[in-house]
Every structure is written in C-alpha cells, then in structure tokens.
T-cell receptor, first 111, second 114 residues
C-alpha cells in the first residue's frame, strides 16, 4: 500500500529562520512527487512536481528536492505570508492514478 | 486562464439525502479528479475521469459516484448521506504534457451533513 508521511506535523519559526520540511514515501513505481501549499478554507495550491532522485526545483523562497525515499521542502528566510499547511503527495504508477497525500506540515512564521 | 471552479461552495444536507457537486476544469484540461478532505483522514482520492470515462477509483463505497461531460465538466454524487460524509470535496484539473504532470485544485465544496 502506498504511503506518504510528513514531518513535523507542525512547525513554528521566526521570520528569517530557515528550515526544512520532510516527506517520506513508499509509493510503488513513483511517477511524480508533488508539493502543495494550502491556506485555511482554500484548495491546495500547486508548487512543484519532482520525478527522479536528485531533481531540485525552486520558487521564490522554496526549494524542493527528491531522493529515492524522501523529499524535502526547504524554506529560506521565510516571511509571515509563508504560513500555511504544506502537503506532499505521491503519484503511483502501480495502480490507482490518484495522488496519495501526507497529512501535511502546518507551518507558522512569526514576525 | 481561469482556474478550476467548483459549485456550490457550501452545502448543508441531512442524513439520507443525496447531493451533487459540480466542477469545471481549466480550459483545455480533459482530466478531472475528485478528493475528499477531512481533519482525521486528510486528502483521499475518490476517482478520476478522462474524456468522459472513469479511469481510476479510490477506496470509497458505491454511494460515491461521478461522471464527466463532453465539455470536461464533471459532477460527483453522494447518495444516502451519512454524518461521516461531512468534508471538503476538492476537484483537481490535470495537465499531462512533455514538461510534466500538474494537478490544479479548485476551492472546494464544503459539505455539512446534519
């Protein structure tokens, strides 16, 4: 069974304090590892898709990386507006084509 | 380009009733997926439609069904509602191209079952 586990569940940082969010996955025949940002009461906002170990993608203060077992979302010098829940999801090539989501990391950036 | 739209945004129903939710994908996208989001289970895959055909289905009872029309708009239906069906229902519009796979979500429909 495909599984995606995110840690930590919650993280509180000071503005400017860089950190990383972790996503461990066991997804058969991974065809993509997705990162989303979700604000309260809204749908997830697409950030990145990674396909192979060693791949990296960046967007503003965010950088996502992928290994054979994990993905990391690095947040550099975060601002209060980066506060949100960050979701990781795997797309399996072995069965149902839907995304398997982790429970998310709730990130709070304090000014 | 307009994003994914879902209607209605909020819905209140009572147990035993049925409900239909609607999703319009991004123009040009032919794949639509549905997800259920609850605080306890997180986001769970319901089903995916492509060119009016259901391609994949998640582990949900038969009370959950869907369809897709020729203009790619999709509807999902839940019959005989239960309290546990209260959730945020999200629709995702999928683009598969040479540059990659992206799935864009709509704002969701908040369903409350009383």
């Amino acid at each position: 069974e495909d599984q995606v586990t995110q840690s930590p569940e919650a993280l509180r940082l000071q503005e400017g304090e860089s950190s990383s969010l972790n996503c461990s996955y066991t997804v058969s025949g991974l065809r993509g590892l997705f990162w989303y940002r979700q604000d309260p009461g809204k749908g997830p906002e697409f950030l990145f898709t990674l396909y192979s170990a060693g791949e990296e993608k960046e967007k503003e203060r965010l950088k996502a990386t992928l290994t054979k077992k994990e993905s990391f979302l690095h947040i550099t010098a975060p601002k209060p507006e980066d506060s949100a829940t960050y979701l990781c999801a795997g797309n399996s090539g072995g069965g149902a084509d839907g995304l398997t989501f982790g429970k998310g990391t709730h990130l709070i950036i304090q000014p | 380009k307009a994003g994914v739209t879902q209607t209605p945004r909020y819905l209140i129903k009572t147990r035993g009733q049925q409900v239909t939710l609607s999703c319009s994908p991004i123009s040009g996208h032919r794949s639509v997926s549905w997800y259920q989001q609850t605080p306890g289970q997180g986001l769970q895959f319901l089903f995916e439609y492509f060119s009016e055909t259901q391609r994949n289905k998640g582990n949900f009872p038969g009370r959950f069904s869907g369809r897709q029309f020729s203009n790619s708009r999709s509807e999902m239906n839940v019959s005989t509602l239960e309290l546990g069906d209260s959730a945020l229902y999200l629709c995702a519009s999928r683009s598969l191209s040479a540059t990659g796979d992206t799935q864009y979500f709509g704002p969701g429909t908040r369903l409350t079952v009383l």
